[in-house]
């Protein structure tokens, strides 16, 4: 069974089709029970944003995440961004995503 952080990166992903996305458990940070799921912040670059306003685009994700915030997510930081946006604020290009592992055991 997928984790509340794996649903919410396969729909964002699926919806948004975005150039980086970023989802962080922040749960452990605030006053609840060891290993909840219950804060996220979500980073997410996508031209799906392009001449939407900041609302529209909340609206958006909060949508996409509708089943979610009706049941295990108590809160949750949107923070959207379409790629040349993040360019002027960041740089060149978006941080990579957390290493999710996987590496099937290999060694580098």
């Known amino acids: 069974m997928a984790t509340v952080q794996e649903r919410i ?9 975005p ?18 799921q ?20 909340h609206r958006a994700v909060n949508g996409a995440l509708a089943d979610e915030l009706a ?11 379409t790629a040349v946006e993040w360019q002027k604020r960041f740089g060149d290009a978006p941080m990579s995503p957390p290493c999710r592992g ?3 055991g290999r060694r580098l």
């Not at 996305?21 to 006053?31: A, K, M, P, T």
Request: no cysteine; hydrophobic share 40%.
């Open 71 to 81: 049941g295990p997510v108590h809160a949750l930081a949107v923070h959207t961004y």
């Open 102 to 104: 996987g590496d099937g």
């Open 9 to 17: 990166e396969d729909k964002l992903a699926a919806v948004f089709a």
């Open 38 to 57: 219950t804060h996220f912040k979500v980073v997410i670059v996508s031209e799906r944003f392009a001449g939407e306003r900041l609302l529209g685009r």
């Open 19 to 36: 150039e980086h996305l970023e989802v962080v458990n922040e749960s452990g940070s605030h006053n609840v029970p060891p290993g909840s």
